[in-house]
Each structure stands twice: as structure tokens, then as C-alpha cells.
Nanobody
Framework: QMKLVESGGGSVQAGGSLRLSCKYTGTTYSGGTMAWFRQPPGKAREGVASIRTDGSTTYAESAKGRFTLSKDKVKDTLDLQMNDLKPDDTGMYYC???????????????????WGQGTQVTVSS
């Protein structure tokens, strides 16, 4: 029932910033952890940042100090502010919702099964 739509990706030089947004909609959504994952070219999908229903956040080590995850409860969006971008940040970024689905991935102790279509982030040096 949930639909996730990402936006905000693009091409940026190292040191630049991007703000990704995930619009979520669904009549049966009752809450759950949400996250941003990324999949670099030729590599596996990895969790970048997640936020629980209580507002607590978890970041991948590579994202700490540079990325900030937040929810806009008015706009129903999950936003990822990415600063000081590096070439290693390049990849397809996906918004995810905790739960079961056709495709599953984990970050920490949380499993995610609902995904958006992804938005490409390319960081050049």
C-alpha cells in the first residue's frame, strides 16, 4: 500500500551537496523505520541512514558527519541532506520502508522490503 518516490539526485563535484527527498504515500501505513540505501556501480546495496518512529537515527560510518536524515511530517517526505560529497558516494539511492517485500535488505537490526524507484547520484572529482 505504501508508495515511495525519490527525487533530488544529480551530478555534482566532490565537496558539493545534494538533498534527496522521498515522498511516501499509503492509506495503510502505520509507521515503521525508514531509510536510504545506495548501490554503487558493481557493488551490493548498502544502508546509508535510517530513522525510527521515535526520531532516532542511524548512519553508516561513511555518512557520519556529512549526511543528515530527517522526516518532514507535514510534507510526508524523508529527506537526506548530503554535504561534502565524495566520489565514493556515487550510486543509485533508494528510499526504503521497514517490512516484508519481494526484495529485502537490512541495515543494523532492521529489515526493509518496500522500495522506491531510485535516484542517481554521481560525484565526480
Amino acid at each position: 500500500q505504501m508508495k515511495l518516490v525519490e527525487s533530488g539526485g544529480g551530478s555534482v563535484q566532490a565537496g558539493g551537496s545534494l538533498r534527496l527527498s522521498c515522498k511516501y504515500t499509503g492509506t495503510t501505513y502505520s509507521g515503521g523505520t525508514m531509510a536510504w540505501f545506495r548501490q554503487p556501480p558493481g557493488k551490493a546495496r548498502e544502508g546509508v541512514a535510517s530513522i525510527r518512529t521515535d526520531g532516532s537515527t542511524t548512519y553508516a560510518e561513511s555518512a557520519k558527519g556529512r549526511f543528515t536524515l530527517s522526516k518532514d511530517k507535514v510534507k510526508d517526505t524523508l529527506d537526506l541532506q548530503m554535504n561534502d560529497l565524495k566520489p565514493d558516494d556515487t550510486g543509485m539511492y533508494y528510499c526504503a520502508l521497514e517490512g516484508w517485500g519481494p526484495s529485502m535488505a537490512t541495515m543494523g537490526e532492521t529489515t526493509f522490503g518496500t522500495w522506491g524507484q531510485g535516484t542517481q547520484v554521481t560525484v565526480s572529482s
